[in-house]
């Protein structure tokens, strides 16, 4: 019973829970030091964190990590474009 409850996999939600933890730290830290590249910076950490979800959901053949995957993108561009001004003087 004890070697069950190690080899458990760690849950759905919680597997989203903590990659949109980790996003939610590295926009935050982008957007409020980068200045006014700071939410391109932060969609492109965003890129290379989908990635490794991707990888994983390969490795793991779980479907939850693609799905964090696209989750980190929309809110990730919905960062970007946010925090995006246009300067037309």
């Known amino acids: 019973m004890?070697?069950?409850q190690q080899n458990k996999k760690p849950g759905d939600l919680k597997i989203l829970g903590i990659n949109?933890?980790?996003f939610a730290v590295y926009s935050i830290l982008c957007v409020y030091t980068g200045g006014g590249d700071g939410g391109i910076a932060a969609f492109m950490f965003?890129?290379?964190h989908a990635f490794i979800c991707v990888i994983l959901a390969i490795v793991q053949?779980?479907?939850i990590w693609v799905l964090a995957a696209l989750?980190?993108?929309v809110i990730g561009f919905a960062t970007c474009?946010?925090?995006f001004k246009l300067d037309i003087r």
């Open 81 to 83: 474009v946010s925090n």
């Open 46 to 48: 965003a890129g290379f």
């Open 71 to 73: 989750l980190i993108l």
């Open 2 to 4: 004890v070697e069950q």
């Open 20 to 22: 949109l933890g980790i």
């Open 61 to 63: 053949k779980r479907w």
